[in-house]
């Protein structure tokens, strides 16, 4: 079996985008893209006797797609996404099960859970009392009194 050129930049072009897979850095797809094209251009008869040219064209459209790749990676991480676990709590509103003291811990009670809880401004919190979720600190919810 003969290796045709096209054949070649295609092959490329596939291990370029599953070394993307394990790199995630938006480089490699810009290559795989850069190849793929550069793999079906191949297959014109004026592209395809010309090694230079095809590199050429790889060069080019790798350029090209590393910069519409770094547009959009700029895009998809400038938005983090919404909070996730425990840092979720944080602006929720919760009832105070067990009384929080001054400068102590109690208990809250929200979404179905009890969390520890310190009151922000080291005032005392009586039971049933609602309150804002302000911070988390290890495995304590840090809380103030709601309006």
């Not at 810009?30 to 095809?54: E, H, K, M, R, Y």
């Not at 060069?59 to 700029?74: Q, Y």
Request: proline share 3%; hydrophobic share 55%; aromatic share 12%.
């Amino acid at each position: 079996m003969v290796l045709l050129a096209w054949h070649i930049w295609m092959i490329l072009g596939i291990i370029f985008i599953i070394i993307e897979i394990f790199d995630p850095a938006f480089f490699f797809v810009s290559l795989g893209i850069g190849a793929i094209v550069t793999g079906l251009l191949a297959l014109l008869p004026f592209v395809q006797n010309s090694v230079l040219l095809q590199i050429f064209l790889f060069a080019i459209f790798s350029f090209i797609a590393f910069l519409f790749m770094r547009k959009l990676g700029k895009k998809v991480l400038a938005h983090p996404g919404e909070e996730t676990n425990v840092y979720a709590l944080k602006g929720k509103i919760a009832h105070v099960s067990v009384a929080i003291p001054a400068e102590s811990k109690g208990y809250v009670k929200v979404g179905g859970e009890e969390w520890v809880a310190v009151a922000e401004d080291n005032m005392h919190i009586d039971i049933g009392e609602k309150v804002l979720i302000t911070g988390i600190d290890g495995n304590k919810l840090i809380v103030k009194k709601s309006n």
